[in-house]
T-cell receptor
Framework: AQSVTQPDIHITVSEGASLELRCNYS??????LFWYVQSPGQGLQLLLK??????LVQGIKGFEAEFKRSQSSFNLRKPSVHWSDAAEYFC??????????????FGKGTHLIIQP | ETGVTQTPRHLVMGMTNKKSLKCEQH?????MYWYKQSAKKPLELMFV???????ENNSVPSRFSPECPNSSHLFLHLHTLQPEDSALYLC????????????FGPGTRLTVT
């Protein structure tokens, strides 16, 4: 079964500084990878996705992520964070039909705090 | 309305009540999902529907009963819940079941007293 690990429960970053959120996955075949963001009291918003092709993917709100097969990682980055980026961030892997669950398997999330 | 909507946004119910959560997607998708989000735990997939047929039930207790009358609507019927069922219940949809990206509603915050 697939699994996702987000090793950082909380991360604090100063406004304007760069950001990297870590995500490691476990899956036997080529994974389908996603990053979602959740603001308090809200649902999850898709930031970006990786299905195949270029390993550096661009998303909304200035975020990007890089798929590294050798490290089983899909880290999320942003060159300069804004106070509005404070939220919970979830990495997820999708197995695809026939590969088990048709839903997504999520990590436990990383809570991002922005310092002024 | 656009995207995925859920009603009610907040629900407080006693352990002997019966209530229903509603989800509607306006995206023309064919697959819909129920997830449970509890504090300190990852999101848990509860049910998957594809073209109105249930394709997965991840060992969810029978006090949760889903219904998908058409590809745009999904319900979660609740009865005799336990306090540990208090959580945020999220509905999602995707174009097709499987690995396609899923779009989430805002959730229903359920409190069982």
């Amino acid at each position: 079964a697939q699994s996702v690990t987000q090793p950082d429960i909380h991360i604090t970053v100063s406004e304007g500084a760069s950001l990297e959120l870590r995500c490691n996955y476990s899956y036997g075949a080529t994974p389908y990878l996603f990053w979602y963001v959740q603001s308090p009291g809200q649902g999850l918003q898709l930031l970006l996705k990786y299905f195949s092709g270029d390993t550096l993917v661009q998303g909304i709100k200035g975020f990007e992520a890089e798929f590294k097969r050798s490290q089983s990682s899909f880290n999320l980055r942003k060159p300069s964070v804004h106070w509005s980026d404070a939220a919970e961030y979830f990495c997820a892997v999708g197995a695809g039909s026939g590969g088990g669950a048709d839903g997504l398997t999520f990590g436990k999330g990383t809570h991002l705090i922005i310092q002024p | 309305e656009t995207g995925v909507t859920q009603t009610p946004r907040h629900l407080v119910m006693g352990m002997t009540n019966k209530k229903s959560l509603k989800c509607e997607q306006h995206l023309g998708h064919n697959a819909m999902y129920w997830y449970k989000q509890s504090a300190k735990k990852p999101l848990e997939l509860m049910f998957v529907y594809s073209l109105e047929e249930r394709v997965e039930n991840n060992s969810v207790p029978s006090r949760f009963s889903p219904e998908c009358p058409n590809s745009s609507h999904l319900f979660l019927h609740l009865h005799t819940l336990q306090p540990e069922d208090s959580a945020l219940y999220l509905c999602a949809s995707s174009l097709l079941r499987g690995y396609y990206e899923q779009y989430f509603g805002p959730g229903t915050r359920l409190t069982v007293t």
